[in-house]
């Protein structure tokens, strides 16, 4: 039969490994961890006192989360990536379709990355062209002919 103490851990850490699917990061698995193990130690009556119990899960949870995350992070790494922010960073050369005629004279619109910028050419590019980027100033961007 087991004892309520040890229901209690083992409940404890059914919980942890539940809130590990709403809260990614391998730390609350390594406490629903530390529960089964203490579930265990209770259950087999290793320790009886509930300080003492307390004190062993966190001194267990300390230790995996500082020592076996990194580990288990680097055996099980996930979907990430990261994009580059900096707005300054234009490929020249990049191809741009033109929404707007740019000619000499006026300035139209290109679309790059998914937004309409202002353009400017000495050729003259009609609709639906594509250009190139060849330079930029502001919010301005010099395009050629492709």
Same mark, same amino acid.
């Given at each position: 039969?087991i004892?309520t103490? !040890?229901? =209690? &851990?083992l409940i404890? =850490? ?6 590990? @699917?709403?809260?990614?990061? +391998?730390?609350?698995?390594?406490l629903g ?5 203490? =579930?265990?130690? $209770?259950h087999?009556?290793y !320790? ?5 119990t307390? *004190?062993? &899960?966190m001194?267990?949870?300390?230790? @995996? ?19 580059s *922010?900096?707005?300054?960073? @234009?490929?020249?050369g +990049?191809? $741009? *379709?033109?929404?707007?005629? $740019? ?13 309409? &910028?202002? +353009? ?5 590019i009609?609709?639906?062209e $594509? =250009? ?5 100033e502001?919010?301005?961007? @010099?395009?050629?002919?492709?």
């Amino acid at each position: 039969m087991i004892h309520t103490e !040890t229901m =209690a &851990w083992l409940i404890l =850490a059914g919980i942890f490994f539940l809130l590990e @699917f709403v809260i990614p990061g +391998a730390i609350v698995s390594f406490l629903g961890l530390s529960s089964l193990i203490i =579930a265990g130690l $209770v259950h087999f009556g290793y !320790t009886d006192n509930l300080l003492v119990t307390v *004190t062993y &899960w966190m001194i267990l949870s300390i230790i @995996f989360i500082v020592f076996f995350r990194g580990f288990i992070l680097r055996l099980l790494p996930g979907d990430s990536r990261v994009d580059s *922010t900096d707005e300054d960073e @234009f490929e020249n050369g +990049a191809k $741009v *379709t033109v929404l707007e005629t $740019v000619d000499g004279k006026n300035q139209g619109r290109v679309r790059y990355r998914e937004s309409s &910028w202002e +353009a400017l050419s000495e050729q003259e590019i009609q609709v639906g062209e $594509v =250009a190139r980027i060849v330079g930029r100033e502001g919010k301005k961007l @010099f395009i050629k002919k492709d």
